[in-house]
T-cell receptor
Framework: GDSVTQMEGPVTLSEEAFLTINCTYT??????LFWYVQYPGEGLQLLLK?????DKGSNKGFEATYRKETTSFHLEKGSVQVSDSAVYFC???????????FGGGTRLMVKP | DTGVSQDPRHKITKRGQNVTFRCDPI?????LYWYRQTLGQGPEFLTY????????KSRLLSDRFSAERPKGSFSTLEIQRTEQGDSAMYLC?????????????FGPGTRLLVL
């Protein structure tokens, strides 16, 4: 079945540091790929998505590129802020639109 | 757009009791999903409705679990004879069918603790 693997956390960075959170997937066919974020005490929110190979999703300074050749969708941000502290989940979605497969989540802590 | 709502937000029950959770999706969304999330893990898919039809169920959904969406709007998830291993966050999500992996919008979840 489909699976998503992302780097374990926590990831601790200083403010304005560069962020990379790795995500790789296995899937039949060509899934859509998502990054969701869960801020403390809140529900899951979509951060960005990409629906086909070489697409780049971006939002709030975060970016991720759908790499079919390496089956990856790594999340990056050039300069993190304290307010980015949260848990980040990578997910793949089948093209029938009926379920998401999530990675285990990566906790990011940004220190001032 | 009031978002996906879930009720209750927290539930504590004793082993062996039945519990029922409710999810109200975004009003125009015809797809509704249930997921379960245990501490430190990502959400795991449980089941999915398109309108009132339950189209897919995970093997995680044992026969003690039942979900309904009788009028294609709100949904309920019932767990019978709860066990301590059922303790988790139960998440509901909804989406508007769009011919692909459309965005799922998540509710705040119901946290269940089985004593």
């Amino acid at each position: 079945g489909d699976s998503v693997t992302q780097m374990e956390g926590p990831v601790t960075l200083s403010e304005e540091a560069f962020l990379t959170i790795n995500c790789t997937y296995t899937a039949t066919g060509y899934p859509s790929l998502f990054w969701y974020v869960q801020y403390p005490g809140e529900g899951l929110q979509l951060l960005l998505k990409a629906t086909k190979a070489d697409d780049k999703g971006s939002n709030k300074g975060f970016e991720a590129t759908y790499r079919k050749e390496t089956t990856s969708f790594h999340l990056e941000k050039g300069s993190v802020q304290v307010s980015d502290s949260a848990v980040y989940f990578c997910a793949s979605g089948n093209n029938a639109g009926n379920m998401l497969t999530f990675g285990g989540g990566t906790r990011l802590m940004v220190k001032p | 757009d009031t978002g996906v709502s879930q009720d209750p937000r927290h539930k504590i029950t004793k082993r062996g009791q039945n519990v029922t959770f409710r999810c109200d999706p975004i009003s125009e969304h015809n797809r509704l999903y249930w997921y379960r999330q245990t501490l430190g893990q990502g959400p795991e898919f449980l089941t999915y409705f398109q309108n009132e039809a339950q189209l897919e169920k995970s093997r995680l959904l044992s026969d003690r679990f039942s979900a309904e969406r009788p009028k294609g709007s709100f949904s309920t998830l019932e767990i019978q004879r709860t066990e301590q291993g059922d303790s988790a966050m139960y998440l509901c999500a909804s989406s508007l069918e769009g011919g692909g992996a459309e965005t799922q919008y998540f509710g705040p979840g119901t946290r269940l603790l089985v004593l």
